[in-house]
T-cell receptor
Framework: GNSVTQMEGPVTLSEEAFLTINCTYT??????LFWYVQYPGEGLQLLLK?????DKGSNKGFEATYRKETTSFHLEKGSVQVSDSAVYFC????????????FGTGTLLAVQP | DVKVTQSSRYLVKRTGEKVFLECVQD?????MFWYRQDPGLGLRLIYF???????EKGDIPEGYSVSREKKERFSLILESASTNQTSMYLC??????????????FGSGTRLTVV
């Protein structure tokens, strides 16, 4: 079946530290991969995406590369800010006729000044 | 600014009550979804709809039903609320099935407490 596994949080970092949040997936076929972010009190927003192997998604200084050989889509940022504090969700879409999203459990990131 | 609007931010209901959670989108999207969000479990799909009057079960449909009488509105119904349905409920919409999926738009969520 299709599933997403991401590292448990919370992740606590100081401002300007390097961030990595690990995400691995299991899927049949050729899924698309996503990172969503949920700021306090808000719904989820798409952060970045990759639709095929070796694609790199990027947005707001965040990056993730679709690695088919390791079935991974790790989220990275070189220098985090306090405003990046949020819950981050890795997700996949199996593709095909349906467009359901399958989410990981979410990782809480807390950035301290 | 396009959006998905959930009618209530917080709700408190009693065990056994029938509960309606409303979601409206103004983007003319065909697809609409209801998820529940629980700590340590992430988002789990309850029901989704890809057209008016169409619905399909997600991963955890037990104890829930849905209604989609108009394209812009998707309602989640708890027939007889129970304490294990205390959760954050998120509605989302996306354009036509088969299209790239990155255009999911989420509402801000309804935090439901069943006492």
């Amino acid at each position: 079946g299709n599933s997403v596994t991401q590292m448990e949080g919370p992740v606590t970092l100081s401002e300007e530290a390097f961030l990595t949040i690990n995400c691995t997936y299991t899927a049949t076929g050729y899924p698309s991969l996503f990172w969503y972010v949920q700021y306090p009190g808000e719904g989820l927003q798409l952060l970045l995406k990759a639709t095929k192997a070796d694609d790199k998604g990027s947005n707001k200084g965040f990056e993730a590369t679709y690695r088919k050989e390791t079935t991974s889509f790790h989220l990275e940022k070189g220098s985090v800010q306090v405003s990046d504090s949020a819950v981050y969700f890795c997700a996949l879409s199996p593709g095909g006729a349906t467009n359901k999203l399958i989410f990981g459990t979410g990782t809480l990131l807390a950035v301290q000044p | 600014d396009v959006k998905v609007t959930q009618s209530s931010r917080y709700l408190v209901k009693r065990t056994g009550e029938k509960v309606f959670l409303e979601c409206v989108q103004d983007m003319d999207h065909e697809n609409m979804f209801w998820y529940r969000q629980d700590p340590g479990l992430g988002l789990r799909l309850i029901y989704f709809s890809y057209d008016v009057k169409m619905k399909e079960k997600g991963d955890i449909p037990e104890g829930y039903s849905v209604s989609r009488e108009k394209k812009e509105r998707f309602s989640l119904i708890l027939e007889s609320a129970s304490t294990n349905q205390t959760s954050m409920y998120l509605c989302a919409s996306s354009p036509t099935r088969g299209q790239p999926l990155f255009l999911y738009t989420f509402g801000s969520g309804t935090r439901l407490t069943v006492v």
